[in-house]
């Protein structure tokens, strides 16, 4: 790293210079605990107010986030989210209730989850919802708790198997195998879609679900998807879906209508709080009314214009200490209501215009496994490339040095050296443009200088790193050189 060019705490700490001063106590003062429990070794910084803040904004500066430029994480929805979303969560009356307080102070947060609730399944096309899961792999755990509930409910102990595609998300299998069933997987066809062949062979009275993430992690609308349905109910199962990629379907297509039972929502992926950073999230899930009575609870219900917590009749319990990550739910209101259904159409169509506009300007330069429409999503693969000695990380890394983060490469698994890209609905053309051109340049890079590929990344603060002890034994803390 050329210190030069970086701004470094270690080099600017010097002793007795204060960078921050204490406010007067607001609790009664207490002794310290006994000098053998304090830690008299740590080697704490001693810099100035403004080195602090000039360091930390010398760190924001090399971190790369949606706010600064192209994020196309497929599988992740990386999007621009209405900032006003975020200071509507902020409202007094919204920020500073706390879970704890009698319900009857909070009836304007209880007509917001109870309406939340009436929105989701509303586009679902179900017919009840719990906002209570925290995260979308909270809402898959309470979709196959509920399955459970369910079959054991009718005296059908024996279903302990799911049925998973071979493309799914990784959480899917990982989930089902937590609420103890046993995991099967159902390849995919020629196409990219579900083997029917082989759902039709493993469907049977031992199945309690198939979960299928719908579009599907290829990007792709399984066609099949009602015949689907009638495999798995004519034996008893049942239809779980995986809505992580709703951002392709708003106003366009209801789990519901497609013979869903079950779907669990990413209000952090589709619904306006951005995405990742560990959180926080919501995963709602939203459920047909042979399900309703097994939902998390609380839920909320109305009484004429009273609302009120309530517990459904055989719910499988709660999935945390609160009501869910209510601050999630206020931004996802907002963003229902400012645009509306005909608003919410749109965002599935630019979400699906933009995915194909990429797909169809990189297929003569990446081989394009599915050739296809797609809807929120394209994956290509770096075969093509690979048969020239260049790796799909390779050009992941290269990317960077074009000022764009990379795609999710390697995965979904079923497609060798997968490049996966979701432009999501909020980016325009002209980036769309600027990130095609770039990635044209470097498939050009990859014939006429490959170790240029070999080596990237050449203008990150940080060079390529061994990624496997980065993974096991990653540096986290700050030491005084």
Request: charged fraction near 20%.
């Amino acid at each position: 790293m050329n210190k030069s060019k970086h701004y470094l705490l270690p080099d600017i700490s010097q002793p007795g210079k204060i960078g921050c001063r204490l406010p007067e106590l607001d609790v009664p003062a207490v002794e310290l605990p006994p000098r053998e429990l304090l830690r008299q070794e740590l080697a704490l910084p001693e810099v100035s107010e403004t080195e602090l803040v000039r360091y930390f904004t010398s760190l924001s500066r090399r971190n790369y986030g949606v706010d600064t430029g192209f994020y196309p994480l497929g599988s992740c929805t990386m999007k621009y989210n209405p900032k006003w979303h975020e200071n509507i969560a902020r409202f007094p009356g919204f920020q500073e209730i706390h879970p704890c307080q009698p319900v009857d102070t909070v009836p304007g947060a209880l007509q917001l989850m109870y309406e939340l609730q009436e929105l989701l399944a509303e586009i679902t096309g179900m017919n009840a919802a719990s906002l209570a899961p925290m995260a979308g792999a909270q809402g898959e755990l309470a979709g196959l708790l509920m399955v459970k509930a369910y079959h054991r409910s009718r005296g059908e102990n024996r279903r302990r198997k799911i049925l998973v595609p071979d493309s799914a998300h990784g959480t899917n299998p990982a989930t089902a195998t937590m609420c103890g069933f046993e995991v099967n997987t159902i390849p995919s066809n020629g196409d990219g879609n579900l083997d029917l062949v082989s759902l039709t062979r493993l469907m049977n009275e031992d199945i309690a679900a198939l979960t299928l993430t719908m579009p599907t992690t290829l990007g792709l609308f399984d066609p099949q998807i009602a015949e689907i349905s009638n495999i798995v109910h004519e034996k008893g199962g049942l239809l779980i879906g995986d809505g992580a990629n709703l951002n392709s379907l708003l106003g366009k297509v209801k789990f519901g209508d497609l013979g869903f039972d079950c779907v669990q929502l990413n209000l952090h992926k589709t619904f306006s709080t951005p995405h990742g950073g560990g959180g926080p999230g919501a995963g709602p899930v939203c459920v047909k009314s042979n399900l309703a009575d097994f939902l998390p609870s609380p839920v909320v219900s109305k009484d004429k214009r009273e609302y009120q917590f309530a517990k459904p009749s055989a719910s499988i319990g709660r999935l945390g200490a609160a009501y869910g990550n209510f601050g999630v739910m206020v931004k996802a209101y907002a963003y229902i209501r400012s645009l509306g259904a005909e608003g919410l159409k749109e965002v599935s169509e630019n979400a699906v215009l933009n995915a194909n506009y990429i797909k169809e300007k990189l297929k003569p330069y990446y081989h394009l496994p599915y050739d296809r429409t797609c809807l929120h999503e394209v994956v290509f693969s770096g075969n093509k490339q690979k048969a020239k000695g260049v790796t799909t990380l390779d050009i992941a890394k290269r990317i960077l040095d074009y000022g764009f983060h990379p795609p999710t490469i390697y995965f979904p698994q079923v497609v060798e050296e997968a490049i996966m890209i979701e432009p999501t609905e909020t980016e325009s053309k002209e980036t769309l443009d600027a990130f095609i051109k770039a990635m044209i340049e470097i498939a050009g890079e990859v014939d006429k200088e490959p170790e240029l590929l070999h080596n990237a990344p050449h203008s990150t603060p940080v060079r390529r790193l061994d990624e496997v002890n980065a993974a096991r034994k990653p540096n986290l803390r700050w030491k005084m050189r």
